[in-house]
């Protein structure tokens, strides 16, 4: 039985025989199609996670300080090391404490007028 020759078929001599050639940039945008979507999908999972860690972590800060807001501590520590018990002012008026007066706001300054050239 005779096979017809294909015209694709013929091969030189010192040129080995693929059934298809794609152009030199073809493996390149193989890669950026398949990669490209992926680092994007990726980025945008990972911001996400991120923005809800970093939203977690603020509520859990705020929560904290509603709690420390709620029920001041008993004692607190002081930067030297000292530990030092806090009162109420119905406690220290009982112990016969005086407490320091409220720091009453400072007054602004009053705007000084500025020099105006003279002119001649």
């Known amino acids: 039985m005779a096979t017809e020759d294909q015209p694709g078929d013929q091969v030189d001599e010192g040129e080995p025989r693929s059934r298809f050639r794609l152009g030199k940039k073809?493996?390149?945008r193989l890669r950026v199609a398949i990669y490209?979507?992926?680092?994007v999908?990726?980025?945008w999972r990972a911001v996400e996670r991120f923005q809800a860690g970093a939203e977690a972590a603020d509520q859990n800060?705020?929560?904290q300080v509603q709690n420390r807001l709620a029920s001041p501590p008993?004692?607190?520590m002081l930067p030297n090391g000292e530990?030092?018990?806090v009162i109420s002012e119905d406690q220290?008026?009982?112990l016969g404490v005086e407490l320091s007066p409220e720091a009453q706001p400072t007054a602004q300054p009053t705007a000084q007028p500025t020099?105006?050239?003279t002119q001649p």
Do not use: C, K, S, T
């Open 83 to 85: 530990a030092m018990r």
């Open 41 to 43: 999908f990726f980025g």
């Open 115 to 117: 020099a105006q050239p």
């Open 36 to 39: 490209v979507p992926l680092l």
């Open 92 to 94: 220290a008026e009982a």
């Open 61 to 63: 800060f705020r929560n």
């Open 26 to 28: 073809w493996g390149l």
């Open 74 to 76: 008993d004692v607190i």
